[in-house]
């Protein structure tokens, strides 16, 4: 039997035993289970002849169980099941000069998603005492007020083109206590191998009400994976140390936030990921956003190498050193949103990302996004690819 079999019927039986304790113990039968299904069509081609139709379906189902706010079980299981092309090739998606690197370095461009999956998203046990909260097991860690990027959460990754769409948890403990106005006090500890391979994380907030902002400092400690060695590109582990900073308010009737780290490496060279962004909204009620980023891990030229692409899609590390994102979001006929995402660099390559979000009735949405890439053939964005995902939600 696979680990990741065993681990998942590990965790499934656990589930299922919470449950049956908070249902032997309830007064009051205080089980709630909700979720949705969704199903997903996406149409890719490049200008190269690459063309790809995938469909994908997902059933999540949530389950809330406790009596009070004492102590409670927050879970979901999710079924995912492909229904065409599990094979991809990464070949239209990447330069001429990184496939021959890679080729030359026997590395593989083709790859296979599983055709069916079943994974637990969260799983936890909330107790509440004395002005603290205590959560245990697999659960969302993040933080920071950055909308396409993270610097100060090193325990999830965003997608680029959906960067508010579900993330998976991670097994953790935490222990949180608020205060005040804006007041808090984070720790967390992500158990890993051993105890010098394990995760720590400590935050602390606070409001700071004569200048309207919200302020965050951060410190984490973990084995860090999101880098490959220079010559065999097999992944590199190090300990890593980030002292973080958040800000988030408001200026000129704008919202404003930075979200940044200095990061301290084992074997790499220390360096910061800073993003920053504002925000704002017309009367006619036309969304306006700008976010920069600069990460000083990144290249600073505009010719990648085969190893920042491969740590860009393992990892999700940002490319290069200087990225920003423009959008503009406007509702219509009151139950539509359309918006517009533009990502750019400073290597000459675009990414297009228009979005038309829908609501179908009282308990179903449509959303309809495209993507495509222009400009420099060697940049981030590869010029030449196209997509566009049709996804229709129905929730219980």
């Not at 070949?91 to 296979?112: A, H, N, Q």
């Not at 606070?206 to 965050?216: L, Q, R, W």
Request: net charge negative; with cysteine.
């Amino acid at each position: 039997m696979s680990n990741r079999r065993f681990h998942f019927r590990f965790q499934t039986l656990a589930l299922v035993v919470v449950i049956s304790v908070f249902a032997m113990n309830s007064k009051c039968g205080c089980i709630e289970i909700s979720g949705y299904y969704e199903n997903t069509l996406l149409q890719e081609y490049t200008e190269d002849g690459y063309d790809n139709l995938s469909n994908a379906s997902k059933l999540r189902v949530n389950i809330d169980a406790g009596q009070g706010d004492e102590l409670t079980f927050t879970g979901n299981v999710n079924f995912i099941s492909h229904h065409l092309n599990v094979n991809y090739d990464l070949k239209s998606y990447l330069p001429e000069t990184v496939i021959v690197d890679l080729t030359r370095k026997g590395i593989p461009t083709e790859f296979m998603v599983e055709k069916n999956r079943i994974f637990l998203d969260n799983a936890y046990l909330t107790l509440r005492f004395s002005g603290m909260r205590l959560r245990a097991g697999r659960q969302q860690l993040s933080w920071g007020s950055g909308y396409g990027i993270n610097p100060t959460d090193l325990f999830h990754r965003k997608d680029m083109l959906d960067p508010t769409y579900e993330k998976e948890g991670v097994n953790a403990l935490r222990l949180d206590h608020n205060w005040g106005i804006g007041g808090n006090l984070s720790g967390i500890i992500v158990p890993g191998r051993k105890l010098s391979s394990s995760g720590y994380a400590l935050k602390l907030g606070t409001h700071a009400s004569k200048i309207g902002y919200d302020i965050g400092l951060t410190i984490h400690h973990i084995e860090d994976s999101t880098s490959l060695d220079s010559e065999s590109y097999e992944i590199l582990n190090q300990q890593r140390t980030a002292l973080g900073l958040d800000l988030n308010g408001s200026l000129f009737g704008m919202g404003v936030w930075m979200e940044g780290n200095f990061n301290l490496m084992e074997v790499e060279s220390n360096f910061s990921r800073i993003v920053t962004g504002f925000d704002y909204t017309l009367e006619n009620g036309l969304y306006l956003m700008f976010e920069g980023m600069y990460d000083e891990r990144s290249q600073n030229s505009d010719s990648y190498t085969a190893r920042d692409w491969m740590e860009y899609i393992q990892f999700g590390e940002p490319i290069s050193r200087y990225r920003y994102m423009v959008g503009i979001k406007q509702s219509f006929l009151e139950l539509a949103e359309g918006s517009l995402f533009i990502f750019g660099g400073n290597d000459g390559s675009y990414f297009l990302n228009p979005r038309v979000d829908v609501s179908i009735s009282q308990n179903a949405d449509m959303t309809i996004f495209g993507a495509a890439s222009l400009g420099d053939a060697e940049g981030q964005f590869t010029s030449g690819s196209y997509s566009v995902t049709g996804r229709i939600s129905v929730y219980f």
